[in-house]
Structures are given as C-alpha cells and as structure tokens.
C-alpha cells in the first residue's frame, strides 16, 4: 500500500489542489506536503496527506484527538520520519536529509511552540528567549528585549519562569520560536492550557506574526477559538484531510 501511496505522492488530484490553494500571493509554496502517509506497525495514523503553504499565511489544522495532527507536524518539522509521500520546506526535500542535516533545518528554519511551553525552569525568561541564537552561534544583541517587547513582556527577562503566568509562558514560547526569524512557525495547541482571554491574545500575536512578518504559521489544535484567525481550516479525520474551510481571518 504504501508503495503505491510513494508513487502517487506527486500527483495531487486538481479537487484537492483547488480547495486546498493558499489565499496568499507572492513567490512559490513554502511548505509543500504531499501524498504523506505514516503508521507505527500496524496501526495507521494517516495517509494521503497534502498541504501547501506560503507566506503571511496562518493555517488551522483542526480534528479530534489521535486523528494524526502532532504526528503530522512532527513529520513536517522532521522530529518524525513518514512512510511514504514528500515534503518540501523552502525548497529542501525534508525527508531526504541526514539527521545532522534535519537537525540544522529545525534550528535555522523553525520555530516551535507547544501546549506544555517548555521553557527551562533553572533560565530566566531572557535566557530562554535566546537559547535559539546561542544554539546557532549568533549574537543576541538587542534581538531579545525586542522580541519580549513584541510579545507584551518588556521588562521581564529578569524574571524566572515560576514567576509568570500561564499566558504569559506562552508568549515567552513565542518569543523563543520567533527570536531566530524562521521561515515557518509549528505550533501543537498553543491556546488548550490557556483561558479565553489569554487563548485569544496568543492567537493575535500569531496573526499578527503570519501576516506581518511574512512567516506561514501552521496551528494543530481542537480548539474551536482558533478558527477566527486562520486563513484556511483543515479538518483530519480518521488519518486523512475531511475537508478545506478558506477564511477570512479576522
């Protein structure tokens, strides 16, 4: 099957491509994902799987838990490998790089944020943001405090984690994926352990990053708060993309 699946990964059927088409003009796709298929033994997670990107564009990817969603982004981010099918991240076949070669594109190119935040306890909030910069050698200057400026937390990189609140860990996850200024920004339920009022001031700085920043930010959650900032919805059910809703985020 999945054979068959490797050799159709080229070939997206014109329904699909229509549905599916960016609302964003400008240079080619920046994320390309097609055909993708994945299973652990026996037990499928997805199949025949296509996604295309550009930038300035904020796309939801939207289903009910174990449909596929992080196994897909994981895939796209190259923490996974898939079975069959592409991917093609500005231009680079992410599954036909080395691990060295993976890991180098997850450092310079991605940006990720999480549901569980995951910034280090024993650095204080600055430290956190600038742990990318130190990772790539590359001087953190003023880079920062801007970016803490940019995500409301001006003035607070002194301050250890256990002293923020959830919403605020958040936008210090944000800062941290965006500090490096990568191409696409991955983000697996940013807004599930956030309230409403927190949830929705992530997902406008999301925007707001998507569109004037001219990055493509990719969102899995089951959150139906996120809806109203996505420019295209993609619901996966049952291991495959249902359907493609195009909005006009507000």
Known sequence: ?????????????????????????????????????????????????????????????????????????????????????RITLAGRDVLGLSEPEAARLRREDLGFVFQAFHVLPHLDVADNVGLPLQLLGRPRGDRVARMLAAVGLEGLGERAPRQLSGGQLQRVAIARALVHEPRLLVCDEPTAALDAQSGRTVMELLRKVAVQAGRAVIVVTHDNRVLDFGDRIIYMSDGRIERVEVRKAG
């Open 1 to 85: 099957m999945f054979g068959e699946a490797r050799g159709r990964a080229h070939a997206i059927p014109y329904a699909w491509r229509r549905m599916n088409t960016p609302t964003t003009s400008g240079p080619g796709p920046l994320l390309e994902v097609a055909g993708l298929a994945k299973r652990y033994g026996d037990a499928l997670v997805f199949s025949d799987v296509s996604l295309v990107m550009r930038r300035g564009e904020l796309v939801a990817l939207l289903g009910e838990s174990g449909v596929g969603k992080s196994t897909l982004l994981n895939c796209v981010a190259g923490l996974d490998t898939a079975d069959a099918g």
